[in-house]
């Protein structure tokens, strides 16, 4: 996501007792510095606030506006009064707050701002009131302010676009499939996410009736970057074309966020196709779904989204490799097509265990990668019996190790010992990943929602 998507209220804490001119520089140069940075600016900007009668008129405004992060500048010592009143502001609304203290020089004189002791002062008082914050000391002009901000209300925004969120889920999960349960009252304290259950045989019935001219704009579609559509089975190809068009649908009509779709049997039996490849064309339109009715992992999804700008995939660890240090992610054939190795193809193909199209099989492309999951729990491991498992590593240029979707990746951490933390915590078998680094920012929306982290890394 662009520093131009994102926005910062900057606020601007000072004391008429130091040096006033200083501080205003101070402040002048941060409020350039976000600016140039290419963030939206709300807040008072470089206006110094140094009584009650600026910090209400602060309050009110940000009262009324929309930001990701709240940066509180400390452009000289003041007491923490101006620093909980706008953070609990803040925290009510699950924005980051950052404290920001510039350094004095040491020339012998006056301790001129005292900016340091400022925040420390106000890091006491957020502590007390359990508002999470991060802090940073450097001069405003020093480029790490720009992506610690950036990374803060990227987790801001993530959450921001989640409060409200509605998945839907089409049809139950699998029996045994216990990785796929989920809790929908836990899920609105967590994330403010709603889950919308829609029935299954409504979707089918709608897959079955969608219009010929609806089907073969869908095949028309995939057909520009998947050169052997003609050699599969053309009913079960247009029968994923009508589930394709079903889901669409239901999305648009809903204002859906996400989908979890229990995609077995009954597309395969009823339909005599499978819904994978409508899926994989709703991740490219970043609209995450998830395969087997797993709502939480749709919500892990959603998260390395938002975070991210970057389509996610939901997989399955389906090998360990001691010798090549290596894991490989794999599913079915539902991953976006972008994910593609620029240097293999994308075909179509059929399900591996039910022989029907139409599913998506290519090796996944190289790059830096982040794998994370919603994990559930027994109660007293988190905040209502859930963890946050975050790893990250590099998905390596291999050929393709399964029919369908696969990567062959390499973790920050031995494979067999990210295998080892995997199943001494029971992790879910179905793990989401996006293309990019946003471990930190991960760890930072853990903090803000209260989860203990599951390390992978």
């Not at 910062?8 to 130091?18: E, M, Q």
């Not at 199943?423 to 989860?451: C, K, Q, T």
Request: charged fraction near 20%; aromatic fraction near 6%.
């Amino acid at each position: 996501m662009s520093a131009e998507a994102l926005t910062v209220a900057l606020v601007a804490i000072a004391r008429p007792t130091f040096d006033v001119p200083l501080a205003q520089s101070m402040a002048s140069d941060a409020a350039a510095q976000l600016h140039g940075a290419g963030f939206t600016v709300t807040g008072s900007g470089d206006t110094l606030i140094m009584d009650g009668s600026a910090t209400e008129q602060t309050r009110r405004l940000l009262a009324g506006a929309t930001f990701d992060v709240l940066v509180l500048l400390q452009a000289s010592f003041a007491d923490s009064s101006v620093a909980v009143e706008l953070a609990q502001l803040a925290h009510e609304r699950r924005v980051p707050v950052l404290l920001w203290a510039v350094p004095d020089a040491r020339a012998g004189g006056r301790l001129r701002l005292n900016s340091l002791c400022g925040i420390n002062l106000a890091a006491h008082a957020l502590m007390l009131r359990h508002i999470v914050y991060d802090h940073h000391l450097g001069l405003p002009g020093d480029p790490s302010i720009v992506e610690k901000i950036a990374q803060l209300a990227r987790v801001g925004g993530a959450l921001r676009r989640l409060q409200g969120a509605i998945i839907g889920l089409v049809g139950d999960h699998p029996a045994g499939f216990d990785t796929c349960a989920y809790d929908a009252a836990d899920l609105a304290h967590l994330f403010g996410v709603e889950v919308r259950s829609l029935p299954l045989t409504a979707v089918l019935a709608q897959a079955a009736s969608t219009a010929e001219a609806e089907r073969d704009a869908f095949v028309e579609r995939v057909a520009a970057f998947t050169p052997n559509l003609d050699a599969l089975d053309r009913s079960g190809v247009r029968g994923t074309a009508g589930v394709y068009s079903a889901l669409r649908r239901t999305v648009n009509d809903l204002q859906l966020a996400g989908l979890s779709v229990r995609c077995w049997p009954e597309f395969f039996t009823e339909l005599g196709c499978a819904a994978c490849g409508a899926m994989s064309v709703l991740n490219e339109e970043r609209c995450p779904a998830s395969c087997e009715a797993d709502v939480n992992g749709t919500v892990t999804s959603l998260l390395l989204q938002a975070l991210s700008g970057e389509p996610p995939l939901i997989a399955d660890l389906v090998s360990i490799e001691p010798e090549s240090d290596s894991g490989v992610l794999w599913h079915c054939g539902l991953a976006p097509a972008s994910m593609a190795d620029p240097q293999a193809e994308v075909l179509g193909t059929v399900h591996s265990n039910r022989g029907l199209p139409l599913l998506f099989e290519f090796p996944l492309k190289p790059g830096r990668v982040t794998v994370a999951r919603l994990h559930r729990t027994v109660a007293g491991a988190g905040t209502r019996g859930y963890q946050l498992a975050i790893g990250g590593g590099t998905m390596l240029q291999a050929p393709k190790s399964f029919t369908g979707t696969s990567g062959v990746i390499r973790f920050d951490r031995p494979a067999l010992d990210v295998f080892d933390t995997v199943m001494r915590a029971g992790l879910e078998h179905h793990i989401s990943f996006v293309y990019g680094d946003v471990r930190h920012e991960l760890r930072w929306l853990a903090r803000m929602v209260g989860l203990t982290v599951l390390d992978l890394t």
